[in-house]
């Protein structure tokens, strides 16, 4: 390591942290690209150059809605590794504090 990078740790070189994120955001972008709810409407070489702190133009694929969120507004499901821009007109923040439709209806009926 230490004779073909010069670092003898693979953080401590440049190189190999550059190739690393970008290889990291051309993976995201490919999941974001798969997506069946949300289409980006920004090239990947687009993402590859800014990352995630810029906010980005998303369609909703279900009512057509066109948007934009950044990483930080992510819908994060199952994990990091399915995350996706969310169309807050298909697919709102729960208001029911986090309950879903059938936790509340089975609060009821307990009550």
């Given at each position: 390591?230490?004779?073909?990078?010069?670092?003898?740790?693979?953080?401590?070189?440049?190189?190999?942290?550059?190739?690393?994120?970008?290889?990291?955001?051309?993976?995201?972008?490919?999941?974001?690209?798969a997506n069946k709810y949300v289409k980006p409407l920004f090239t990947k070489e687009q993402?590859?150059?800014?990352?995630?702190?810029?906010?980005?133009?998303?369609?909703?694929?279900?009512?057509?809605?066109?948007?934009?969120?950044?990483?930080?507004?992510?819908?994060?499901?199952?994990?990091?590794?399915?995350?996706?821009?969310?169309?807050?007109?298909?697919?709102?923040?729960?208001?029911?504090?986090?309950?879903?439709?059938?936790?509340?209806?089975?609060?009821?009926?307990?009550?």
């Open positions: 390591m230490l004779k073909h990078y010069g670092v003898k740790f693979t953080t401590q070189s440049e190189k190999l942290l550059k190739k690393c994120k970008k290889s990291r955001r051309e993976s995201e972008y490919e999941k974001f690209a993402y590859v150059k800014n990352g995630n702190i810029f906010s980005y133009t998303w369609k909703c694929e279900k009512c057509h809605t066109v948007f934009k969120s950044c990483k930080n507004d992510i819908w994060f499901k199952e994990g990091a590794v399915k995350s996706y821009a969310r169309c807050e007109k298909c697919y709102p923040v729960n208001e029911n504090n986090g309950s879903s439709f059938f936790e509340k209806q089975i609060h009821q009926f307990v009550s």
